[in-house]
C-alpha cells in the first residue's frame, strides 16, 4: 500500500524571474498544456502540481501562479509571482520534488518558509525552506 504526502508550495518568486522558468511553472501546475522548450523531460517527466479533481484532500488540489503587488518602495511599487499549489502524491513521486525546488529555489523572493509537506495522517508537517537560493529538503 502506498502514501500520500500533502505536497504545498508557498513562496514568492521574484519579479525577475525567467520567463523559461515561469513557463515550466505553468506547465506544471497544468495552467499550460505544453511543456516547455528546453525544459529537461528527465528531471520534469510529468506536471507534478497539475490539480486531480477527484483528490482526496479537504478542500481540493490547488494551484495558482499570480503576479502581485508586494508593496511599496522609494522606486515605486514592487511586485512578484506568487505561487501556491496543495497537491495530494503518492510516495513514489517524491522523487521528483528535489528537481522542482531546484527550478524554484534561485528565484524565491527572500529566505523562510516555502511550504510543507505532510504525510496524508501525519499531525505535523515537515516545513520546506528556501534561502540563498537553495532549499533545505523536509524529512518526511
Not at 9 to 27: E, I, K, N, Q, Y
Not at 90 to 99: E, F, K, N, Y
Given at each position: ?6 505536497v504545498?508550495l508557498s ?10 522558468v ?13 511543456r516547455?522548450?528546453?525544459?529537461d523531460s528527465?528531471?520534469?517527466s510529468?506536471?507534478v502540481?497539475?490539480p ?10 490547488v494551484?495558482s501562479?499570480l503576479r502581485q503587488?508586494?508593496?511599496f518602495?522609494?522606486?515605486?511599487e ?7 499549489s496543495?497537491?495530494?502524491?503518492l510516495?513514489?513521486m517524491?522523487?521528483d520534488?528535489p528537481a ?5 529555489a534561485p528565484?524565491v523572493d527572500g ?6 509537506v505532510?504525510e496524508?495522517?501525519a499531525a505535523v508537517?515537515?516545513a ?7 532549499c533545505?529538503l523536509?524529512?518526511?
Amino acid at each position: 500500500m502506498s502514501l500520500h504526502y500533502e505536497v504545498v508550495l508557498s513562496c514568492f518568486l521574484r519579479d525577475d524571474t525567467p520567463d523559461g522558468v515561469l513557463a515550466a511553472l505553468r506547465w506544471h501546475l497544468g495552467l499550460d498544456a505544453d511543456r516547455p522548450a528546453g525544459l529537461d523531460s528527465e528531471e520534469h517527466s510529468y506536471a507534478v502540481l497539475r490539480p486531480d479533481p477527484d483528490s482526496r484532500l479537504p478542500g481540493g488540489d490547488v494551484a495558482s501562479l499570480l503576479r502581485q503587488s508586494r508593496g511599496f518602495t522609494a522606486e515605486g511599487e514592487r511586485h512578484a509571482w506568487g505561487l501556491f499549489s496543495r497537491n495530494l502524491w503518492l510516495d513514489d513521486m517524491m522523487g521528483d520534488l528535489p528537481a522542482l525546488l531546484d527550478l524554484i529555489a534561485p528565484h524565491v523572493d527572500g529566505p523562510g518558509h516555502g511550504g510543507h509537506v505532510r504525510e496524508e495522517f501525519a499531525a505535523v508537517p515537515a516545513a520546506i525552506v528556501f534561502g540563498d537560493g537553495t532549499c533545505r529538503l523536509p524529512a518526511f
